[in-house]
């Protein structure tokens, strides 16, 4: 398979995610719905992004995204809904999201502009 069908396959997948976590928002008090909702239209952008690239672009960023979601899955997971306790800086599961939702684009975007430069 080419690596752009590769890449609208997940598109729909993360489509798929984004529509499950959107309803599971709205109908569940399961914390697992906000960080999905968060995160997926990045992962969308970057993939969007990518469909413009080569496959050698693709294969680098896939092998630097096989890394970072599943820790930052992991890292939501165990991260507290709310917070309490004796220091006043709380990184809940909603910063933290958006933080590692940032990091994601921004490294994606450097592999993608580096690979470009350096051919």
């Known amino acids: 398979m080419s ?3 590769t ?3 997940f ?3 993360c489509l798929a995610l984004y529509v499950w976590a959107d309803f599971w928002l709205k109908s569940s008090a399961f914390s697992l719905g906000l960080p999905l909702a968060i995160a997926t239209p990045i992962i969308i952008l970057t993939l969007v992004i990518l ?3 080569s496959n050698q672009i693709f294969k680098t ?14 890292a ?5 809904d709310y917070c309490h306790g004796f220091f006043e800086i709380c990184i809940n599961k909603y910063i933290l999201t ?3 939702s940032a990091i ?16």
Do not use: N
């Open 3 to 5: 690596h752009k069908k």
């Open 7 to 9: 890449i609208w396959v």
């Open 11 to 13: 598109i729909a997948i």
């Open 51 to 53: 469909l413009f690239f």
């Open 61 to 74: 960023w896939s092998k630097f995204a096989i890394i970072f979601i599943p820790l930052s899955v992991l």
């Open 76 to 80: 939501e997971v165990f991260t507290p």
């Open 98 to 100: 958006w933080f590692l």
């Open 104 to 119: 994601f684009l921004f490294v994606s975007l450097g592999i993608i502009i580096y690979k470009k430069v350096r051919g």
